[in-house]
């Protein structure tokens, strides 16, 4: 596609519920990251996949936190049993390898609010 | 530790002042330098970014960055800004030493005054 797409855009859910986010990137890139982004804080990494590389899931926060990636395409990021605290911004990014610019290519986000 | 440390959370400028935003940097290798910039309802899109050579780089909107490594700094300018460009702008580095993954800061978010 033209950009990184995201979906769902926003998703409201219940404490202990599990929700998947989902990521399509450019096409073409196989390098994919995630994000998050809570209110007024800065973007921190969570997992990042290479092409059929090992992923780094150095930044996932619990075991909570689970994604894949499908070859050089979609990924899903999911939560399960959603806290309070998992309510954030889910930013997407791709590039076209880990290295070659530097630049990613970010989608507009999923806004999660766990009531 | 890699870290970014963006000190300044809000700046008021008025349009046409000229804008400095601050960026200071911990990293243990030669450092990957990124300013990026999201506004309201859209992605982040990266300004200019720094690998080498010249250590001032010019970006898209009339932004540029300087890097100094003395300082572990990497402040982006404008001489003159524009109601558009309040946004949020993130400072970000990286490079072979984390698998170029990003380490973003808090962020700096921008108001312009008419």
């Known amino acids: 596609g033209a950009g990184v797409s995201q979906s769902p855009s926003n998703k409201v859910t219940e404490k202990g519920k599990d929700v998947e986010l989902r990521c399509d990137p450019i096409s073409g890139h196989t390098a994919l990251y995630w994000y998050r982004q809570r209110l007024g804080q800065g973007l921190e990494f969570l997992i990042y996949f290479q092409g059929n590389s090992a992923p780094d899931k150095s930044g996932l926060p619990s075991d909570r936190f689970s994604a894949e990636r499908t070859g050089e395409s979609v990924s899903t990021l999911t939560i399960q049993r959603t806290q309070q605290e998992d309510s954030a911004v889910y930013l997407c990014?791709?590039?076209?390898?880990?290295?070659?610019?530097?630049?990613?290519?970010f989608g507009e986000g999923s806004r999660l609010t766990v009531l | 530790a890699q870290s970014v440390t963006q000190p300044d959370i809000h700046i008021t400028v008025s349009e046409g002042a000229s804008l400095e935003l601050r960026c200071n940097y911990s990293y243990g290798a030669t450092p990957y330098l990124f300013w990026y910039v999201q506004s309201p309802g859209q992605g982040l899109q990266l300004l200019l970014k720094y690998f080498s050579g010249d250590t001032l780089v010019q970006g898209i909107k009339g932004f540029e960055a300087e890097f100094k490594r003395s300082q572990s700094s990497f402040n982006l300018r404008k001489p003159s800004v524009h109601w558009s460009d309040a946004a949020e702008y993130f400072c970000?580095?990286?490079?072979?030493?984390?698998?170029?993954?990003?380490?973003f800061g808090s962020g700096t978010r921008l108001l312009v005054r008419p």
């Open positions: 970000a580095v990286g490079g072979m030493d984390s698998s170029y993954k990003l380490i």
């Open positions: 990014a791709s590039s076209w390898r880990a290295g070659d610019t530097g630049e990613l290519f």
